[in-house]
C-alpha cells in the first residue's frame, strides 16, 4: 500500500535534521504514520492549498487507485497558484505559489518574522526574494494581494473550495483518506457567515479530519487547532519558523487512533 502524503513545508520537514532540497523527511508525523506502508511525499515549501490538491491527485493519477490511501495537511489560507507563461525559476515552473511574502522585496522584512533566525534559513529566503525581484514575480505578487489576494473571505472561500475538490476525487474514487491543517483559520473565521463560503463548508466530511488539542493557556481559545498553532502553544522546539522533531513525534501519537480508523483499517 502507498501512503501519498500532501502538503507544505511541515510535511515536507522543513528544518528537520534529514531534510533536504532533493528529499523530504523522514521524521515527519506524516511519514511516522505511514512507517509500515510504502511512503510517498508529494508536499513541498510554499505550497498554497490549490497546489497540494493539484499535486496529491496528480500523483494518484499515476497508480493503482486500489493501492492508494492519502494523508493531507492543509496550509494556511492566504496562498494561490498559478501556471505562468515563461520560466519562474522555481522547481515546478511554470506552476508557481505565491504567499504574502513572495510581494516583499527586502528580506530582512520577510525574516523579522522568525522565531528564531538561523543564517542558512535566511540565505534561502534571500536567494527566493532575489529570484522573485528578477522575474517580476514580486510585482505580480503586490498587485495581486493590494487587489484580490488579502481579502480573508476569498481565502476562505479559495481554501474550502479545494479542500472539497480532492475530498471528491478521493470519496468518488474510493481512496481511504485523512486530513489536517497546519492552522484553524481554515473553519474559524469571519468568512463563515457567508453564504458562499458556508455552502462549500456544508460539502466537507468533518468525519475524516484530525484536529489537534485546543490550548491550555488562558490566552488560547477553546477551538481545536492545527499542527502548527499546537506545536507552537505547546511549546515544542522550533527552528526558524517550522517545529522540530519533537512535535512530529508527539503529533504522531496524537493522530495514531483517527489514522489507524480512517486509513490503516482500510489498507489491511
Not at 532533493?22 to 506524516?30: K, L
Not at 510517498?40 to 493539484?54: E, F, L, Q, T
Not at 476562505?156 to 497546519?182: D, G, H, R, W
Not at 522550533?238 to 513525534?249: D, I, K, M, Y
Request: glycine share 6%.
Amino acid at each position: 500500500m502507498i501512503i501519498v502524503a500532501g502538503g507544505d513545508s511541515f510535511v515536507y520537514g522543513s528544518e528537520l535534521q534529514d531534510c533536504t532540497n532533493d528529499s523530504s523527511s523522514r521524521c515527519t508525523f506524516a511519514a511516522l504514520l505511514s512507517q509500515e506502508h510504502t511512503y510517498d511525499c508529494v508536499a513541498w515549501p510554499g505550497y498554497g492549498n490549490d497546489s497540494i490538491a493539484r499535486t496529491v491527485i496528480n500523483r494518484c493519477e499515476q497508480s493503482d487507485k486500489q493501492q492508494l490511501a492519502v494523508l493531507v495537511s492543509w496550509t494556511f489560507p492566504g496562498r494561490y497558484e498559478f501556471r505562468f507563461d515563461y520560466n519562474t525559476r522555481q522547481r515546478n515552473s511554470p506552476w508557481y505559489t505565491i504567499t504574502p511574502w513572495t510581494g516583499i522585496g527586502d528580506v530582512n522584512a520577510v525574516t523579522k518574522e522568525f522565531i528564531n533566525p538561523i543564517d542558512s534559513v535566511i540565505e534561502d529566503h534571500r536567494r527566493a526574494t532575489r529570484v522573485s525581484n528578477e522575474t517580476g514575480m514580486s510585482e505580480f505578487a503586490n498587485v495581486f494581494y493590494r487587489h484580490v489576494g488579502s481579502s480573508e473571505l476569498w481565502e476562505i472561500y479559495s481554501s474550502i473550495k479545494e479542500i472539497v475538490y480532492l475530498q471528491n476525487y478521493l470519496k468518488l474514487n474510493s481512496i481511504p483518506y485523512m486530513f489536517t491543517c497546519a492552522d484553524n483559520l481554515l473553519f474559524y473565521n469571519h468568512s463563515m457567515s457567508d453564504a458562499n463560503v458556508q455552502a462549500l463548508h456544508n460539502q466537507i466530511d468533518h468525519d475524516h479530519w484530525f484536529w489537534f488539542p485546543a490550548g491550555v493557556d488562558p490566552q488560547d481559545t477553546c477551538q481545536p487547532r492545527g499542527f502548527y498553532q499546537w506545536a507552537v502553544e505547546n511549546k515544542y522546539p522550533v527552528g526558524a519558523t517550522h517545529p522540530l522533531e519533537s512535535a512530529h513525534q508527539a503529533a504522531t501519537q496524537l493522530m495514531q487512533g483517527k489514522f489507524n480508523e480512517l486509513v490503516k483499517k482500510s489498507v489491511q
